[in-house]
T-cell receptor, first 112, second 111 residues
Framework: DTAVSQTPKYLVTQMGNDKSIKCEQNLGHDTMYWYKQDSKKFLKIMFS???????INETVPNRFSPKSPDKAHLNLHINSLELGDSAVYFC???????????FGSGTRLTVV | QKEVEQNSGPLSVPEGAIASLNCTYSDRGSQSFFWYRQYSGKSPELIMSIYSNGDKEDGRFTAQLNKASQYVSLLIRDSQPSDSATYLCAVVIQGAQKLVFGQGTRLTINP
């Protein structure tokens, strides 16, 4: 069974479009995250949610809006996509007090 | 100053030798430190965690932590070609409750 699953795995879209990425974890973790990995492979945190509550909101354009319907799901919606949004987006989860993060397989977003 | 810094490499090591990867961090209050391995096109995979000063060994991997020097390292003994990957150092920033990564070191093990 996949612990942290993301869909879709690949996403190619035109500038200006709106797209969503979905993430689900079956580990029973209470905290979920979105990370962005750019072309230089640098992994940077974007958001984190603990039990559906937004905990971290890094300096991310407000075109990016996370939504957590329950503690097992964290989705990322992106409006008005720009070329610079092209990256790999990773979802991750962890349990408070257990300090390791488990990552999903990533979504490679390409904006053309 | 970056929160977590690594030498981006590439680091090239002959098969069977010891690979040494280094990382420094800026937050003196940090208590949790991790090493992740990432193969090309794959997600980061946790390989080591360390929370106390000193060494922690797991198979061919040894993590070393020196909080006074704000320094973390990873040693890979008897390096294998399958160890070729990017190694990411990550530190939990206290108070901010976030895991911050270094830029990664690309390691190549030459047969």
């Amino acid at each position: 069974d996949t612990a942290v699953s993301q869909t879709p795995k690949y996403l190619v879209t035109q500038m200006g479009n709106d797209k969503s990425i979905k993430c689900e974890q079956n580990l029973g973790h209470d905290t979920m995250y979105w990370y962005k990995q750019d072309s230089k492979k640098f992994l940077k945190i974007m958001f984190s949610y603990n039990n559906k509550e937004l905990i971290i909101n890094e300096t991310v354009p407000n075109r990016f809006s996370p939504k957590s319907p329950d503690k097992a799901h964290l989705n990322l919606h992106i409006n008005s996509l720009e070329l610079g949004d092209s990256a790999v987006y990773f979802c991750a989860s962890s349990q408070t007090g257990d300090r390791g993060y488990t990552f999903g397989s990533g979504t490679r977003l390409t904006v053309v | 100053q970056k929160e977590v810094e690594q030498n981006s490499g590439p680091l090239s090591v002959p098969e069977g030798a010891i690979a040494s990867l280094n990382c420094t961090y800026s937050d003196r209050g940090s208590q949790s430190f991790f090493w992740y391995r990432q193969y090309s096109g794959k997600s980061p995979e946790l390989i080591m965690s360390i929370y106390s000063n000193g060494d922690k060994e797991d198979g061919r991997f040894t993590a070393q932590l020196n909080k006074a020097s704000q320094y973390v390292s990873l040693l890979i003994r008897d390096s294998q070609p399958s160890d070729s990957a990017t190694y990411l150092c990550a530190v939990v920033i206290q108070g901010a409750q976030k895991l911050v990564f270094g830029q990664g070191t690309r390691l190549t093990i030459n047969p």
